[in-house]
């Protein structure tokens, strides 16, 4: 990187995702989720928003189920980061979840402004039931196989 070697850029996101997914992982849950953000981070500094929004995503989830007291901060912090995106990154991305769940936290504590820029943002990408539809996809998408399961089914 000091070399200014653009292949080292992807490598070092990657890296900080590894190091997360491997704390996940081994249950190291308060290791894990400041390596995210760490990604997350990183990623937008190189303006790679795919990358950090897939991180901020990660991190906010983890949080949800094993740090709830970080979870809105975590989540408010993907939203900024993909408020920029066009229509076709959004509907193409990770980021419909970010917004989805977003929204149900700006709906709960009346932030009016945002919750009419998300609805507005969402309608037009995807119809007036765009939530359900979000969730709908949410609960359809495959999960994701651990390595040990991949060789599994494999053999």
Aim: charged share 25%.
């Amino acid at each position: 990187m000091l070399q200014k070697d653009p292949a080292c850029l992807p490598l070092v996101i990657q890296f900080y995702g590894y190091q997360a997914a491997y704390a996940q992982i081994r249950r190291r849950f308060s290791e894990a989720i400041p390596l995210y953000i760490q990604q997350a981070e990183f990623a937008e500094q190189q303006n790679l928003p795919t990358s950090a929004l897939n991180a901020w995503y990660q991190a906010a989830e983890l949080c949800r189920r094993k740090d709830t007291g970080r979870h809105y901060d975590v989540l408010e912090k993907g939203y900024k980061a993909g408020v920029h995106l066009s229509d076709d990154e959004i509907s193409a991305s990770i980021y419909i979840y970010i917004l989805r769940d977003y929204y149900g936290y700006a709906f709960a504590n009346k932030l009016s402004a945002i919750i009419e820029d998300i609805d507005a943002k969402m309608n037009r990408l995807f119809g007036p039931e765009w939530k359900a539809d979000v969730d709908k996809i949410r609960k359809n998408r495959a999960p994701m196989l651990l390595p040990t399961e991949i060789s599994n089914t494999i053999n």
